[in-house]
């Protein structure tokens, strides 16, 4: 009698789609408050990979946000002058981190610096992975 | 544009940041230098790398920290073992501004040749312009009135991508060239070698 081989059965590889994305984050700031861990929710579905950020606000604040690791990118809270682009010209971020579906997504640390209500909006594009199957 | 190949949009990794297909701007025809950058060997080493996470550095620390007039300031940087640095860019409170430069504390090689005045390092508004002016960008009609210029982006990238590998460091040099004290910010925007397979928490 011989062994009969064990079968070498593998998991079918998962399917994805990619697609555009823009995930839009609107904000309201006291004057000269700090925000800390502000979430950009994720959507369940998929994925989501950072590829720029743009947007406008009515007065100056200062951002950092985290990458999927959780580390933050910046290593001080960054003037938004100096970070955020414009729709002509969106502030590329490479390498691109990925956020997973459902996840908080770049977690914001916010704080005005205009001393006035603070109105802002900021474009995380980008490229929306669905799994398929 | 006529003799430029067409493209199927298709076809153009948009998972790429910096590839310069997927901006209208960063076309060879509307930014060649910003096209031919990008296209530099280095530069197409770090697009298709792997393992690399983003990261900014703001100097100096802490941020809101003045600089006393007409006075000479450098800051060590601490940084991760491997880090690529791609861009800059520089922002004071005073009109005059403030010189910059960024030295290799190992081999003493200085990123620019000369030290770069911060407007030169900015493409937003002028040293001195109020920060309570909408838009702030040199596009914004206000500002043009004053200081004609063009909206090209936050980042004023190198021409190639400059490595510091320990135990090197980057040392930010910042003269202050105002007579009163100054808030300076010189921003590195950066690529750093992580782990394998700590991509992810």
Redesign the interface.
């Known amino acids: 009698m011989t062994p009969t081989p064990t079968s070498n059965i593998t998991a079918p590889q998962p399917s994805y789609v ?1 697609e ?1 994305a823009i995930y839009v984050f609107v904000f309201t700031m006291q004057a000269n408050i700090h925000y800390g861990r502000v979430p950009v929710n994720i959507d369940r579905d998929s994925d989501f ?1 950072l ?2 950020l743009n947007g406008s606000s ?3 604040y ?1 951002l950092n946000f985290r ?5 933050l ?7 938004n ?6 729709a ?11 956020y ?1 579906a459902g996840s908080t997504g770049p977690e914001l640390d916010l704080t005005d ?2 001393g006035a209500l603070n109105m802002i909006q900021i474009i995380f594009s980008g ?1 929306r992975r669905l799994r398929t199957s | 544009m006529l003799n430029t190949p067409w493209i199927h949009p298709r076809d153009v990794d ?5 590839n310069p297909l ?2 209208v ?1 960063w076309h060879q025809t509307n930014n060649r230098y910003m096209n031919d950058t990008l296209n530099d060997p280095l530069w197409m080493a ?2 298709n ?1 792997k393992n ?7 100097t100096p ?3 809101n920290q003045t600089i006393a007039p007409l006075s000479t300031f450098d800051q060590t940087v601490s940084i991760d073992p491997v880090t690529w640095v ?1 861009a800059v ?1 520089a ?1 004071g409170s005073e009109r005059a501004g403030f010189y910059v430069q960024i030295t290799d504390a190992l081999t003493g090689s200085t990123v620019f040749s000369q030290l770069m005045h911060n407007v030169d390092l ?1 493409t ?2 002028p040293a001195g312009v109020p ?2 002016l ?1 838009g ?2 040199k ?1 914004n009609p206000e500002i043009q009135a004053v200081e004609p210029g063009n ?5 004023i990238y190198l021409a190639s991508p400059r490595l510091f590998t320990a135990p090197s460091y980057p040392i930010v040099r910042i003269v202050n060239l105002a007579s009163v004290a100054q808030v300076c ?1 010189v ?1 590195m925007f950066c ?1 750093v070698e ?1 782990e394998q397979g ?4």
């Open positions: 990619e555009a990979m590829t720029g009515n007065g100056t200062t990458l999927p690791s959780g580390r990118i910046a290593s001080a809270e960054i003037n002058t100096n970070f955020v682009g414009t002509n010209q969106p502030t590329a971020i490479g390498p691109p981190p990925i997973r610096t205009s490229i | 948009w998972t790429d940041s910096h997927r901006l701007a770090l697009r790398a690399l996470e983003a990261r900014i550095i703001v620390v802490p941020i791609y860019n922002q900015s937003i508004y920060l309570t909408p702030k960008l596009s909206d090209r982006g936050a980042l910010t921003n690529a992580i700590r991509t992810t928490v």
